[in-house]
C-alpha cells in the first residue's frame, strides 16, 4: 500500500458554507454500483426555523419510465435514448443524525424528492449533522450521468439537499428541461475504485492511497461549490495546461486525442476571457472531461470546477473527419461549460426555475469567446466557401419560435426550451450590448456578479443591478423579452427624393439609427426610439436628393427578424446586380460545358 | 498511319488552331445559352430585390445572415405579417425555388442538345483536314449527326446513372458497415467511373465520324479497341 499526497494551493475566496458534505463511495466498476457513506453538515442561515429535511435523488428518474423526466422526454434526452435494460436508481439504506436518531425518509412525487421529518426543528443559526448510507445503480449514460463500459461520468448521484429559502424548502421533481439547485458548501469525498482507473472530479485531489488488492482510494476537496461530480476510466489520457495560474487539466480518450490542443485553446480563451469580463476563477484546477463517441449524452455539461465537454455536433458537420476542423462545435461547446463556472458555479441561479439566467448568461458569453477569438463572421464555422458565425445559428433557431418569454420554470417549456433558454437570451444580451455599448454592459454584468458571487439571484435581482448600474431605458429589454414574447422587425418602407420613412413591425421597440445616404456622398444619422410604427425623415429640397436608406445600418439588433428590409435604394443596386447574374452565368456556363462539353 | 503520341498531340493542336471557327461558334453558344439561363433568375432579383441594399453585400458572396432572413423568411411572415409596399422576400423565394428547379432540369437537357448537334460538326471539321473551315459543310455534319448524337447521349447518361447509382450504393453500405474510411476508395472509384465511360463515348463519337457510320455497333467496337491498344488516349 502506498500514499501519494498533494495539498492544492488554497486561493478561493471565502463563501459561507451551508450545505458540506463528506462522502465515502465505493465504485463497483463491473456492476456499475455505487455504495457510500455521506455525512451532510447543514447551518440554517434563515430566520425560520427547519422542521424537515427534503433531499433530491436524481438518479431514480431513471429507474423506469413511470419517472416525470422519463415521460417527459419520450424516453431521450437531447437526442439520446434511455437504455431500459441499463436503468438507473438510488436508495438510501439508512439516515441517522450523529446522536444515533434514526431518521425515515419518505419519497414525494415520483421519488426523485425525498423528505426526512427531524425530531427538532433546526433553529436559526444551528446545524443538524445528518449521516447516510446509500446504495446506486448507474444508467447506461444518456443524460448526463452513467457508464459507456469502463468509462463512468457520476454526476448527480448522491441525496443532495434542496435548498431552504423563505421558509420552506426549493426542490422540485427532476423534470426533463430543468437542471439543478442547491446550496455552497464544502466537499469531501474519497473515491475507492479499482487501481487501473484515472479519475477527475470537481475541486483537487487530496491524496491517492493504492492498495495492494488492486484498489486505490483518491480523495478530493472542493471548497465554496453547490456540487460535487466525478468521472473515471482506465482509458483517460491527461493533458494539462497553465492558464493565468489555474490548472487546466484535460482529460480524454485516445480516439479522441485530435481534440486536445483545440480544447486546451479554447479553454485558455475561455478562462482568460471570463476571468477579466466577470471576476476571476477563484479554484486551483478547473477539469475537463471527454466522452466517449458512442457516449455523448455525458457530454455537454457543467459542475463545479469540471466540465464535460465531448464531440458534440451543432452543425452536422463535426463527424465528419474531412470537413470537422471547419467546425467549431468542439470549442464552442467547451467554451460554453466552462462559461457556466461563473454563471451557475459561482452564482448558483435556480435552474429549475429560471433557466434562463444561467444558460442564457452563459451562451451569450460563449458567444463573446467565439467571437473575440474566431470573428464574429466566422465562429461557428469556417471554411473556404462557407463561413457561419455562432449569432447565425443562434438567430435562425430564435426565428424558428420567437414568440416565447425568457422567464418561465424549466417543466413550462415543450420544444421551445432551447430557443427561450438560449437562442433568446444570446440575441437579447447581444444587442444590449450593442444598444447600450460593451462597457455598460460589463459594468452591469460585473456588478451582478461581484453582489451575487455564491449567491442565489433571481431575475428580479438581475433586473435590480442592471437599473442601478445603467442610466438608460431596459424596459423594453426586461418586460418586452425577459418577461414576455414581443417581437421586431425594422424596415424602409418607402424612399423618394426628399423623404424617407421607416416602420416597426411587431410590438418591441428598440431605439436605434437610420442613415440616409444623399446623391453627393453626404449622409446624416438620425435618431429614432423605435415606439411609434411608422416615421418619416423629410429633407429640404435644398438638400442633395437621396440616393439610399439604412435603418440599424450596423446590424446591432441582432433581433430584428429580417435585416434584408433594412435598407432601400431610389435606384435599384444595378453594379450589385450585375456582380450576382454573372455569377448565375458563369455557374451556368460551368454546368453546361461539364455536362455537355459545351 | 499509326501516328506517334507527339504527332497525334501536334496535329490535334493544329486542328484546333487551324480551325478556329469552331471554338469560336463553341464558346458563343455556351455563352448564348448561359446568359438565356441566366436572364430569368436575374429579373426575378432585379424586380424583387434590386432596391434592397443587402444585395450590395450579396455581390462578393452570400452572408450567412442573409441565407437564414431567406431560408426562414416563410416563419418570419407567419410571426409579423407583410408590410405594404414592400417587397415579401417569401415570394421571391418561391419564384426564386421555381426558376432554379427549372434552371437545374434546363441545363442536362439544353446540354444534351447543344452537344449533339454540335459534335458531329466540330469532329467532322477535325476530318477534313487541312482543309479549311467551311460553315456550310459544318452545319451539314451537324445536322447529319444530330439524330445519333441525340440518342447515344441519352444511351451514355442511362449508362453512367445506373453505374454510378450501383458504385454509390456499395460505397454507403460499406461506408455503414466500416467507418469513414471507404470513402477513399469509393468516391475516387466514382470519378473513375464516370471519366471512363465519358471517354468510351467520346470516342465511340470520334470513330463514327471517322468511319462515316451512324451505327454505334461498329463505331463502339472500333473505340474499345483503340482504348485497349492505346490507353493514354483514355
Not at chain 1, 9 to 38: C, G, R
Not at chain 1, 75 to 94: A, F, L, S
Request: net charge negative; with cysteine; charged share 15%.
Amino acid at each position: 500500500m502506498s500514499v501519494l499526497a498533494a495539498a492544492p494551493a488554497a486561493h478561493a475566496q471565502a463563501a459561507e458554507p451551508i450545505a458540506s458534505y463528506a462522502i465515502d463511495v465505493t465504485l463497483n466498476a463491473d456492476e456499475k454500483t455505487l455504495s457510500a457513506h455521506q455525512t451532510i453538515t447543514y447551518v440554517n442561515t434563515t430566520d425560520e426555523p427547519i422542521p424537515h429535511l427534503v433531499f433530491h435523488l436524481y438518479l431514480n428518474a431513471f429507474r423506469d419510465t413511470d419517472s416525470i423526466f422519463l415521460t417527459e422526454g419520450g424516453p431521450t434526452h437531447r437526442g439520446n435514448t434511455w437504455d431500459p435494460d441499463h436503468p438507473g436508481w438510488i436508495k438510501v439504506d439508512q439516515i441517522q443524525l450523529t446522536d444515533g436518531t434514526g431518521l425515515e425518509l419518505l419519497p414525494l412525487e415520483d421519488g426523485t424528492i425525498a423528505s426526512a421529518q427531524l425530531p427538532t426543528p433546526v433553529a436559526p443559526g444551528d446545524s443538524i449533522i445528518v449521516e447516510l448510507d446509500f446504495r446506486a445503480q448507474l444508467p447506461r449514460v444518456f443524460a448526463r450521468t452513467g457508464y459507456v463500459e469502463d468509462y463512468f461520468m457520476v454526476g448527480q448521484w448522491f441525496p443532495k439537499l434542496g435548498v431552504w429559502e423563505h421558509g420552506a424548502w426549493n426542490a422540485h421533481p427532476f423534470h426533463l428541461n430543468a437542471e439543478f439547485y442547491s446550496d455552497f458548501g464544502n466537499y469531501d469525498v474519497s473515491i475507492t475504485l479499482p487501481g487501473s482507473y484515472v479519475t477527475g472530479a470537481t475541486g483537487a485531489p487530496i491524496s491517492t492511497v493504492i492498495r495492494d488488492n488492486g484498489t486505490q482510494t483518491v480523495a478530493y476537496r472542493a471548497e465554496n461549490v453547490i456540487d460535487f461530480a466525478w468521472t473515471a476510466s482506465p482509458n483517460f489520457q491527461l493533458s494539462t495546461r497553465d492558464v493565468d495560474g489555474t490548472e487546466v487539466l484535460y482529460l480524454y480518450l485516445p480516439e479522441h486525442k485530435w481534440t486536445v490542443q483545440r480544447v486546451l485553446d479554447a479553454a485558455q480563451a475561455a478562462v482568460s476571457y471570463y476571468s477579466e469580463w466577470y471576476g476571476p476563477y477563484p479554484y486551483p484546477r478547473l477539469t475537463i472531461v471527454d466522452a466517449p463517441s458512442d457516449g455523448q449524452g455525458a457530454g455537454g455539461m457543467e459542475y463545479p470546477t469540471l466540465v464535460a465537454a465531448g464531440v458534440m455536433n451543432l452543425t452536422g458537420l463535426a463527424n465528419i473527419p474531412l470537413v470537422r476542423n471547419a467546425d467549431r462545435s468542439l470549442e464552442a461547446v467547451t467554451v460554453h461549460e466552462i462559461g457556466h463556472q461563473w454563471w451557475q458555479s459561482m452564482v448558483g441561479f435556480n435552474e429549475a426555475e429560471e433557466p434562463w439566467l444561467d444558460e442564457g448568461l452563459t451562451d451569450y458569453s460563449t458567444l463573446r469567446v467565439l467571437d473575440a477569438i474566431y470573428g464574429s463572421d466566422r465562429s461557428l464555422i469556417d471554411s473556404n466557401n462557407l463561413r457561419v458565425g455562432y449569432l447565425d445559428l443562434q438567430r435562425m433557431s430564435y426565428m424558428a419560435v420567437p414568440r416565447v418569454p425568457m422567464y418561465g420554470q424549466a417543466w413550462d417549456f415543450g420544444y421551445e426550451y432551447s430557443i427561450a433558454t438560449y437562442s433568446k437570451p444570446v440575441l437579447s444580451w447581444h444587442t444590449l450590448e450593442r444598444t447600450i455599448g460593451n462597457d455598460a454592459l460589463l459594468e452591469i454584468l460585473n456588478a451582478f456578479f461581484r453582489r451575487y458571487q455564491y449567491g442565489h439571484p433571481t431575475t428580479e435581482d438581475l433586473r435590480t443591478v442592471a437599473e442601478e448600474t445603467c442610466e438608460q431605458d431596459l424596459s423594453w429589454f426586461f418586460d418586452g423579452l425577459v418577461y414576455d414574447d414581443e417581437v421586431l422587425n425594422y424596415a424602409v418602407t418607402s424612399i423618394n427624393a426628399h423623404s424617407v420613412t421607416v416602420s416597426r413591425q411587431g410590438e418591441l421597440s428598440i431605439p436605434t439609427e437610420v442613415r440616409i445616404t444623399f446623391v453627393d456622398g453626404s449622409s446624416a444619422l438620425e435618431s429614432w426610439n423605435g415606439v411609434e410604427n411608422t416615421v418619416t425623415f423629410d429633407y429640404t429640397h435644398n438638400e442633395p436628393p437621396i440616393r439610399r436608406a439604412e435603418i440599424d445600418p450596423e446590424r446591432k439588433i441582432a433581433l430584428d427578424m429580417r435585416w434584408s428590409d433594412n435598407g432601400r435604394s431610389r435606384a435599384p443596386e444595378i453594379w450589385a446586380w450585375l456582380a450576382i447574374v454573372s455569377r448565375i452565368l458563369y455557374a451556368a456556363q460551368d454546368a453546361l460545358m461539364i455536362m455537355g462539353g459545351f | 498511319m499509326r501516328s506517334t503520341r507527339c504527332q497525334s498531340l501536334h496535329t490535334g493542336f493544329q486542328s484546333a488552331t487551324r480551325y478556329w471557327p469552331v471554338l469560336l461558334i463553341s464558346y458563343a453558344t455556351n455563352l448564348m445559352l448561359g446568359v438565356a439561363l441566366a436572364i430569368l433568375p436575374g429579373i426575378s432579383a432585379l424586380m424583387n430585390v434590386g432596391h434592397l441594399t443587402a444585395l450590395r453585400q450579396t455581390a462578393d458572396g452570400l452572408d450567412a445572415w442573409q441565407v437564414i432572413d431567406i431560408v426562414m423568411s416563410p416563419l418570419t411572415d407567419t410571426t409579423l405579417g407583410s408590410i405594404a409596399g414592400v417587397a415579401s422576400l417569401t415570394s421571391w423565394l418561391r419564384q426564386a425555388t421555381l426558376i432554379g428547379l427549372l434552371t437545374i432540369l434546363a441545363v442536362p437537357t439544353i446540354a444534351w442538345i447543344t452537344q449533339a448537334f454540335l459534335y458531329g460538326g466540330l469532329l467532322s471539321t477535325f476530318t477534313t483536314l487541312p482543309q479549311p473551315f467551311q460553315l456550310k459543310g459544318f452545319l451539314q455534319a451537324c445536322w447529319h449527326w444530330f439524330g445519333a448524337f441525340l440518342v447515344w447521349g441519352l444511351a451514355q447518361a442511362a449508362v453512367t446513372l445506373v453505374s454510378v447509382a450501383v458504385v454509390a450504393g456499395l460505397g454507403t453500405g460499406l461506408i455503414a458497415l466500416a467507418g469513414w474510411w471507404p470513402v477513399w476508395l469509393v468516391v475516387p472509384s466514382l470519378l473513375s467511373i464516370g471519366l471512363l465511360l465519358a471517354a468510351v463515348f467520346e470516342l465511340t463519337r470520334a470513330a463514327a465520324v471517322t468511319a462515316g457510320t451512324r451505327r454505334i455497333g461498329p463505331a463502339l467496337s472500333s473505340a474499345l479497341r483503340l482504348m485497349l491498344g492505346r490507353p493514354l488516349t483514355v
